[in-house]
């Protein structure tokens, strides 16, 4: 099982409410990466992280934003919730992409609900 | 555009019978194929990668196929328990970025009965 966690795995909250979602790995990975999912759908790239102090938008617009100040740890904020945002959020990480696999190691995911 | 398709989009199977699961893609330039389950609620976790060379790789009772060719996979599952029952999710990756882009299905929900 990769070491990449994720917290809260659960949370409630109301509209306009500002949240962080926690993610930590302990590989030493270069990457990180933020994945949307909705129930039956494919996973959406929202952000991604080359390295310390590096953070792209991915594919799929997002009104969250992340930071990357160490290593093993790669942020989602939304400063004001809405229950648009409602979604299943993944974190995963990769070492450096030179080899042709760069595989990808999944959290548990942050099941978030805003009402 | 780049796309991965999968079949069946859910799939009911009795204990210890056989299945497969299907994957087609468009994805180019091509790197790696690979096959992912996901638990209700979990992140996804990598069952086989498969390289443009390799047209076959097995892990315990998951056996995976891959026909560069067609652009074409499939994931067969043998003797299947109830703990199989997940999301069987194909996700290509291109090697046209040096980011590895990964492009997911929307993957095949397998349920498992007694």
């Known amino acids: 099982e990769a070491d990449i966690y994720q917290t809260p795995r659960y949370l409630v909250i109301g509209t306009g409410k500002k949240i962080t979602l926690e993610c930590s790995q302990t590989?030493?990975?270069?990457?990180m990466y933020w994945y949307q999912q909705d129930p039956g759908m494919e996973l959406h790239l929202i952000h991604y992280?080359?390295?310390?102090?590096?953070?792209e938008k991915g594919d799929l617009s997002s009104e969250s934003t992340v930071s990357r100040i160490r290593t093993e740890h790669f942020p989602l904020t939304l400063e004001s919730a809405r229950p648009s945002h409602t979604s299943q959020y993944l974190c995963?990480?990769?070492?450096?992409?030179?080899?042709?696999?760069?595989?990808?190691?999944f959290g548990p995911g942050t099941r978030l609900t805003v009402l | 555009k780049n796309q991965v398709e999968q079949s069946p989009q859910s799939l009911i199977i009795l204990e210890g019978k056989n299945c497969t699961l299907q994957?087609?893609?468009?994805?180019?330039?091509?790197?790696?194929l690979r096959w992912y389950k996901q638990d209700t609620g979990r992140g996804p976790v990598s069952l086989t990668i498969?390289?443009?060379?390799?047209n076959t790789k097995s892990n315990g009772r998951y056996t995976a196929t891959l026909d560069a060719d067609t652009k074409q996979s499939s994931l067969h599952i043998t003797a299947s328990q109830l703990s199989d029952s997940a999301s069987y999710i194909c996700?290509?990756?291109?090697?046209?970025?040096?980011?590895?882009?990964?492009?997911f299905g929307r993957g095949t929900q397998l349920t498992v009965w007694p």
């Open positions: 994957c087609n893609y468009t994805v180019s330039p091509f790197s790696n």
């Open positions: 498969m390289t443009f060379s390799e």
């Open positions: 590989m030493g990975h270069d990457k």
């Open positions: 995963a990480s990769s070492s450096d992409g030179r080899t042709s696999y760069n595989e990808q190691f």
């Open positions: 996700v290509v990756s291109d090697r046209g970025s040096t980011l590895g882009r990964l492009y």
């Open positions: 992280s080359y390295g310390v102090n590096s953070t």
